[in-house]
């Protein structure tokens, strides 16, 4: 594997249900995102972690739980979701927040296209 | 307020015909301005960043170029393969990490 993954890249999930969004990335980063786009909507920011401790939650409700148990690894756990939360949810990471020119440019992978009923 | 605007949403190019894409912020501090592509349904993928006022990247028949007030991106004679949503973003001095995205342009070339 090579770059940024994500899993599942599609889902669909009920009101009631509990799912988890899984992200790795195998490029030696040590910052990763969380991003949500939906249509007709640019891409908005939701959570940063750096160095798998989170430095930004850009007021996000609390239905999205995100986990980063190492730098690799990047996780959103999602409960009692609205069908508003329906979206294209990317993962990113780059090598670092904000160092030498080039290191803050942010890698993307796939996404998950979320659907909720 | 930041602000990332880019224009126009749309451009519809014949194979050969060259054009611009404007990407607008009014920001603090700029600390990176990056360039995107997107194809429908998969992740953004990079194409350049600019640090300062007087950059210019090329990638194939991509330059993109940078001002305090905005940036383009030039297509130089777009094949079919260059159709995708191109997208700007920028982070500033103060925001750390934080990709602020601008709603980006469709382009569709058409053969």
């Known amino acids: 594997e090579t770059g940024v993954t994500q899993t599942p890249r599609h889902l669909v999930m009920g009101m009631t249900n509990k799912k988890s969004l899984k992200c790795e990335q195998h490029l030696g980063h040590n910052a990763m995102y969380w991003y949500k786009q939906s249509a007709k909507k640019p891409l908005e920011l939701m959570f940063v972690?750096?160095?798998?401790?989170?430095?930004e939650n850009n007021s996000v409700p609390s239905r999205f739980s995100p986990e980063c148990p190492n730098s690799s690894h990047l996780f959103l756990h999602l409960h009692t979701l609205q069908p508003e939360d329906s979206a294209l949810y990317l993962c990113?990471?780059?090598?670092?927040?904000?160092?030498?020119?080039?290191?803050?440019?942010?890698?993307f992978g796939p996404g998950t296209r979320l659907t909720v009923l | 307020e930041d602000q990332v605007t880019q224009s126009p949403e749309a451009l519809r190019l014949q194979e050969g015909e060259s054009s611009s894409l404007n990407c607008s912020y009014t920001?603090?501090?700029?600390?990176?301005l990056f360039w995107y592509r997107q194809d429908p349904g998969k992740g953004p993928e990079f194409l350049f960043t600019?640090?300062?006022a007087g950059e210019e990247k090329e990638k194939e028949r991509l330059k993109a170029t940078l001002t305090k007030k905005e940036s383009f991106l030039h297509i130089t004679a777009p094949k079919p393969e260059d159709s995708a949503t191109y997208l700007c973003?920028?982070?500033?001095?103060?925001?750390?990490?934080?990709?602020?995205f601008g709603a980006g342009t469709q382009v569709v070339v058409t053969p």
């Open positions: 972690y750096n160095f798998k401790e989170q430095t």
């Open positions: 973003a920028l982070t500033t001095t103060d925001s750390w990490g934080k990709l602020q």
């Open positions: 600019l640090y300062s």
């Open positions: 920001v603090s501090g700029l600390r990176g």
């Open positions: 990113a990471s780059s090598q670092d927040l904000q160092g030498a020119w080039g290191t803050d440019t942010q890698y």
